[in-house]
């Protein structure tokens, strides 16, 4: 520096300058670290993973499980029980992707386990169950999600209340409990619309008649006739009995379809459940947005509207589509992972026009502000302008 | 292939402050962010009904309306001033040693000299000198002294520094320990190390003095929906004036041609043309990784041998069911300690023993917008030297973080006793998320350490690529301020370049 001369009259510069001298004898130009850092993220939080199918499993009627191991055959990353990866699928042209929740215990890393349900009307869920065999190759996403046990609020007492294929993430924590012999009581509330139709039946039960700590409900919405297994809906009256006079403390896990999300919320607040005990696993875009508040009055889901890409193209689409969806189909995208308005991957800039927000999408204060949206979860209720 | 003026590198503060302030003055400018948001630091998310503020924990060099400091202008010459709305902190913070001293300094000049010699009467005369010292060495520093240097006179330096001459090199230790005898005087007039991460014995005094003025003086403050919200506007003002913004999407190299920056190589194999980039990747990554092919500058190389790992943070981000006054809450930033001996705080912070202090901030504390109605959100920091973390075996990460977060609020009980009681939602955030989203060495947030030996007055410019600047808090201090304005600085020299070059084209 050209003034080192000058600051030389500063009591203590030339000591600092040999001290700085100093330092330099001793340490490195860091290329020994050149790579650690992006080694370390791929270990934990790798952007992409690529997978091969191994195994395929049929557990009922209408859903199977695809065991998936790392192409290169290393060990997968580790995941906290409950979390998902979103799988990367191309089909007739459109690629979509489509988070599911992992299935296998957390201790084993050799492999992921996708219990996938045929979903009604479905896209994804058809191509992985129909289409999809073993050897196939499948891109990921890494583990991701907050629907898991967190031990520095969510105490040793955890009730699971799942609804049909809700219960993949559940699996996948009771597998850890009993795996690392963890000190915890877990008690699975299942829902199933029948009973040909209860996923990892034999599995759960087997479990719960060999651990004391684990404890299984099953309740059977649409029963055939003389069963005598515990059926209807989950009534407040019914979680009472099945969860005994003392909540507090315990940790609630619903995950399921939407409604029977609902219903679970609102059964347990009214038992005195506070809100904060309470995790609810995230479920994709809205089927019935204008039933929320805020929807735009005379807009009709069905309705058509042009969504402009700036710089890029335009094409129609109906309100009811959630934008990602839409513009996958016409060979556009973001990225994503949860395709339920949480992780805000899919954050893209609405330049004009108007979308609407439901209340699944957990978009950032300025972010709204600045007309920034999650596509995964924005319905176009006008002619719109997005960047991306 | 797309062609640009400039490609910045990372939307960090300082890249932001840098493709904004590039894009305003016309220059054709391209912003590469590996995230989907923009910030870096200065940044936000979302859990529940919880939007967590990531870094910012007091804003400094704003000024009030009535007296504004530097950074109103620098946000105005952004053309983000009117886009975000500053929320006041009204004390400076509040430092809990149980059993040892629990005093809450108030953020204004004359307020703070007052509360101290009351608490401290004895200690009267030195307060005096110790808080005039901090103002006069702030003024000779950012006023004086650069006119001196320009003057390349020694005596003009004597003359119109005096006191830095005496003090500017002196460890902030040294000169504590000049005026105080109180050990918790010290303790308590220090506090400010804790966000530096390195210990008063060891920074140079004018660090410690300017975050004393500058908070005391121009107030400490927040930003409404946080600092994700600055760091949007800056998007919206660069978008404005016409630049390009490309989210999940980092740069994998930079090309160059004869040794000079030619253009960058996109995360997507996509190249795109420029003769100037403004990194605000570490200059690690910046020299070591991205640059093609070349070994850095042989001065590059030197410069890194004499730099040290600066510290990372571990943070734990909580959701509280109750409000600030049902935790016990009386100003926005707490520091809670277990002893009053910087060197043993330090000392822990490279290991993962429990630490033996950290920090608390309400954000609702003074904007109760910062959460929902009833609940609160509350930000628990201990700085970490990431390096520890590089021995956690991926398998054992979730354990470690979340036994290390018990840790931490443990020592935060001890002060604000029902925290537990009332989680609604709770991250956890260790060096190594640090160095997931800042893609730095270790995780560290402020760059290199910032010991007196990392002072930018004992160093030269990291050039020797022509067309290739540096911004972040890699070349100058870390923090908030400090980042946006390398940013603006770096986009000035980097404007001259690029206006060089479009004059050397105009004549061939």
């Not at chain 1, 906290?80 to 299935?103: D, H, K, S």
């Not at chain 1, 609902?262 to 506070?274: R, T």
């Not at chain 2, 301020?481 to 060089?500: N, V």
């Amino acid at each position: 520096m050209s003034d080192n001369n000058l600051l030389n009259a500063v009591a203590g510069f030339r000591d600092a300058m040999a001290a700085k001298d100093a330092l330099a004898q001793t340490g490195s130009d860091f290329t020994e670290v050149k790579g650690a850092v992006a080694k370390t993220i791929s270990q934990l939080h790798p952007k992409r993973l690529a997978l091969t199918v191994t195994q395929i499993v049929e557990d009922t009627p209408s859903t199977k499980t695809l065991r998936v191991a790392a192409s290169d055959s290393r060990l997968l990353p580790p995941f906290q029980a409950g979390q998902y990866i979103n799988v990367f699928v191309q089909i007739n042209g459109v690629e979509t992707a489509r988070p599911y929740a992992v299935a296998s215990s957390p201790c084993e890393r050799r492999y992921y386990d996708l219990t996938i349900k045929r979903a009604q009307g479905g896209f994804v869920s058809h191509h992985l169950l129909d289409a999809v065999q073993v050897g196939d190759s499948l891109q990921s996403s890494g583990p991701m999600g907050s629907f898991h046990h967190n031990p520095v609020f969510h105490g040793d007492d955890l009730v699971f209340l799942a609804g049909g294929s809700g219960s993949v993430p559940a699996r996948s924590m009771l597998l850890n409990i009993l795996h690392n012999d963890l000190p915890f009581n877990f008690q699975l509330i299942y829902a199933n619309s029948f009973v040909d139709d209860v996923i990892y039946a034999d599995e759960l039960r087997q479990l719960a008649s060999e651990h004391a700590n684990f404890r299984l409900d099953e309740i059977i919405s649409r029963p055939p006739a003389g069963f005598t297994g515990r059926s209807g809906r989950l009534t407040g009256e019914v979680l009472r009995e099945l969860l005994g006079e003392q909540l507090d403390g315990k940790m609630f896990y619903i995950c399921g379809p939407t409604p029977f999300n609902n219903n679970c919320l609102e059964q347990l607040l009214a038992l005195g459940v506070k809100r904060r005990r309470i995790r609810i696993e995230a479920n994709g875009a809205p089927k019935s947005p204008d039933q929320q508040a805020g929807w735009p009055q005379g807009v009709s889901l069905d309705d058509e509207v042009t969504i402009s890409v700036r710089g890029k193209g335009s094409f129609t689409a109906k309100v009811g589509e959630p934008l990602l969806n839409s513009l996958e189909r016409n060979g556009y995208g973001a990225e994503n992972a949860c395709r339920s308005g949480e992780c805000s991957l899919c954050r893209i800039k609405l330049l004009s026009g108007a979308v609407f927000n439901p209340t699944e999408a957990h978009l950032r204060k300025s972010d709204r502000d600045f007309g920034w949206i999650y596509s995964c979860v924005a319905f176009p209720t006008e002619d719109i302008e997005i960047l991306l | 292939m797309h062609s640009y003026d400039a490609v910045v590198i990372g939307a960090g503060n300082a890249g932001l402050t840098a493709a904004t302030a590039l894009q305003r003055e016309g220059s054709k400018t391209l912003l590469l962010e590996r995230h989907n948001i923009p910030g870096g630091c200065a940044t936000s998310f979302v859990r529940g009904q919880f939007e967590f503020e990531v870094a910012l924990h007091q804003l400094s060099g704003l000024g009030t309306p009535d007296k504004p400091f530097i950074m109103r202008k620098v946000f105005d010459s952004l053309g983000v001033l009117d886009k975000v709305e500053f929320v006041q902190e009204h004390s400076l913070y509040r430092l809990a040693v149980p059993g040892e001293i629990d005093v809450t300094l108030p953020a204004s000049w004359s307020g703070l000299k007052r509360t101290l010699i009351e608490l401290f009467p004895a200690e009267q005369a030195g307060i005096e000198a110790f808080l005039k010292l901090c103002e006069t060495i702030c003024l000779e520093s950012f006023m004086t002294l650069p006119q001196a240097r320009r003057a390349g006179s020694e005596d003009m330096l004597k003359k119109m520094c005096p006191h830095y001459v005496k003090y500017g090199f002196m460890s902030a230790k040294s000169v504590v320990d000049e005026h105080f005898q109180d050990p918790k005087l010290k303790s308590l007039i220090s506090a400010y190390w804790l966000y530096l991460g390195v210990p008063p014995g060891e920074i140079p005094f004018p660090d410690l003095a300017v975050m004393i003025y500058a908070y005391a003086a121009f107030k400490p403050w927040h930003i409404k929906g946080g600092s994700q919200a600055m760091s949007n506007a800056l998007v919206e003002s660069f978008l404005e004036a016409g630049g390009e913004v490309r989210f999940n999407c980092g740069a994998e190299k930079i090309l160059t041609d004869n040794g000079a920056v030619s253009g960058v190589q996109l995360e997507t194999g996509e190249v795109v043309k420029c003769r100037t980039v403004v990194s605000n990747a570490s200059p690690l990554m910046t020299f070591n990784e991205l640059l093609d092919g070349q070994q850095p500058p042989l001065p590059v190389q030197q410069d890194f041998k004499s730099r040290r790992m600066g510290t990372s943070a571990f943070v734990i981000y909580l959701g509280l069911d109750c409000t600030p006054q049902e935790l016990g809450i009386t100003a926005a930033s707490s520091f809670v300690y277990q002893t009053l001996s910087d060197e043993a705080l330090y000392q822990r912070m490279g290991s993962l023993e429990a630490p033996l202090g950290g920090m608390l901030t309400c954000y609702n504390f003074e904007e109760p917008e910062a959460a929902p109605p009833g609940k609160s959100q509350v930000v628990l920091v201990c700085l970490q030297y990431g390096d520890v973390w590089n021995s956690v075996a991926p398998e054992d990460y979730a354990k470690t973080k979340y036994a290390f977060a018990e840790q931490l609020i443990d020592v935060i009980e001890q002060v604000y006793p029902k925290v537990r009681d009332y989680i609604e939602e709770v991250e956890v955030a260790t060096p190594l998320t640090m160095m997931r989203y800042l893609n730095t060495p270790s995780g560290a947030i402020y760059g290199f350490r910032q010991s007196t030996e990392d002072s930018a007055l004992l160093r030269e410019r990291l050039d020797g690529v022509p067309g290739l600047y540096l911004a972040s808090a890699w070349t100058g201090m870390g923090g908030f301020q400090p980042t946006y304005m390398a940013g603006e600085s770096t986009a000035r020299a980097a404007l001259k370049y690029i206006k060089a070059q479009h004059t050397e084209v105009a004549h061939v």
